[in-house]
Nanobody, 129 residues
């Protein structure tokens, strides 16, 4: 699976951005799709993930600091996962990576980046104060 992330940029605090990640090579309907970020000098950090439950049902997971501000969504027809980021803060500045794992990760592992098999190249988000 190849992942291509886009949508990063420079935004003022309080602004919004929407990141996109297009997957190619496989149909992603049953995949767990996630977003992680890494700020300079810091470890990779979980942001959000979408896990397939059954049929057309999915469950979303968020890091505590992103709840209520970020929304993950997916368009399986376009093989694309999105991250809508609102009320951005300077501390959200980082390189954002999309990731994919075949099948449905159990919820206890969904925040662990080593569980993901494929990664996009990253898109940089800078939030100015």
């Amino acid at each position: 699976v190849q992942l291509q992330a886009s949508g990063g940029g420079l935004v003022q605090a309080g602004g919004s951005l929407r990141l996109s990640c297009v997957a190619s090579g496989r149909t992603m309907g049953s995949y767990t799709l996630g977003w992680f970020r890494q700020a300079p000098g810091k470890e990779r950090e979980f942001v959000a993930a979408s896990r397939w439950l059954s049929g057309s049902a999915y469950s979303s997971y968020y890091a505590d600091s992103m709840k209520g501000r970020f929304t993950i969504s997916r368009d399986n027809a376009k093989n694309t996962v999105y991250l809508q980021m609102n009320s951005l803060k300077p501390e959200d500045t980082a390189v954002y990576y999309c990731a994919a794992r075949s099948g449905s990760l159990i919820s206890s592992r969904i925040r662990d980046w080593v569980q993901y098999e494929s990664w996009g190249q990253g898109t940089e988000v800078t939030v100015s104060s």
